[in-house]
């Protein structure tokens, strides 16, 4: 079979199409024909390591994450009847060599999920990182819900930085589905067009003037929970608009260190809930892929120029292509067609 793999960090160019032996499904473990291949800014930054010709703990990998496809093997202990079963897998590089960029992966039978009738694999292999992210952030509050769904956030207000990303994208989708008024930052026009095909209620410019006074507009007793970006650069505008005992839940970094007024934090009786997808509560992580599924199924997940995520496509052997598409800020869902 075709893979692509990397034997050292480095820029796209460590990445190279070889042919590998078909895998075979272990005790607990499905092989999948993968179709699509997602890729995420973690992918990237994985294959590009600390600095260029670190040492892999494997040796040579498989880069991403995320992808869709069709189950063609179980191994022992899992149920024959899933050969065929179309599926969305998530996790598939997480401390192991085999990523989703190669026509077929074996891992476990938990990681790859029935995809509901009608969900495309592009759908598929757009979930797992972002969604997954999402549905933490959207859970972490003080007195969050466990669970998204119908009428779970019903008389919250969330405000989604980057509206027009990827988990941006899946934020504003779970909240809106689980009931919540949405509240979209974006930096451009063009940006906001994508947030409220998202489907958020209100999308503001953050490089405008009055954008707190804005998102006040929208909830004068400020939002009970923002899904952040970047914090740094956000910080203002997130103290400006957070309600008393309101979240602020960072998935992603930047460079610089976080600075917060720290009595103003206390006197809002304010959460900072730091989320990195990959090792979060086991538990939370099974009610999350539950959820994603639900909202799949319920047509709340979208892809698409329609659904305010735009689709750029790659062959497997352009994968370096496309990791450097997300590198350099694409502006939607990066896929590599596989098979």
Known sequence: MRAIVHERTGGPEVLSLVERDVPRPGAGEVVVRVSVSGVNPTDWKTRAGRQPGDRLPFPEVVPNQDGAGTVVAAGPGVDPARVGERVWVWEAGWERAGGT???????????????????????????????????RTLTVGADGPRSLGPEALRGATVLVAGGAGAVGHAAIELARWSGATVVAT??????????????????????????????????????????????????????????????????????????????????????????????????????????????????????????????????????????????????????????
């Open 101 to 135: 960029a190669q026509e077929l992966v074996a891992l476990r039978a938990a990681q790859a999920v029935a995809l509901p009738d009608g969900a495309s694999f592009d759908l598929g292999a757009s979930l797992g990182i972002p969604a997954l992210t999402a549905h």
């Open 186 to 339: 974006v930096s451009s026009p063009e940006k906001g067009a994508l947030a409220d095909a998202a489907g958020a209620h209100h999308v503001v410019n953050y490089r405008q003037a009055g954008a707190a006074e804005a998102v006040r507009a929208v909830a004068p007793g400020g939002v009970d929970l923002v899904v952040e970006v970047a914090s740094v650069a956000n910080a203002a505008l997130d103290l400006d608009v957070l309600a008393e005992s309101g979240t602020v839940a960072i998935y992603a970094s930047e460079n610089e260190p976080l600075a917060l007024p720290t009595r103003r934090c206390m006197r809002l009786n304010a959460r900072l809930q730091f989320v990195f997808v990959y090792t979060y509560p086991r538990a939370a992580k099974a009610r999350a892929v539950e959820d994603v599924s639900a909202a799949v199924a319920a047509g709340a997940l979208r892809v698409g120029e329609g659904a305010g995520l735009p689709l750029h496509r790659f062959p497997l052997e352009r994968t370096g292509d496309a990791h450097a598409a997300v590198e350099a800020g694409a502006v939607g869902k990066v896929l590599v067609d596989v098979g």
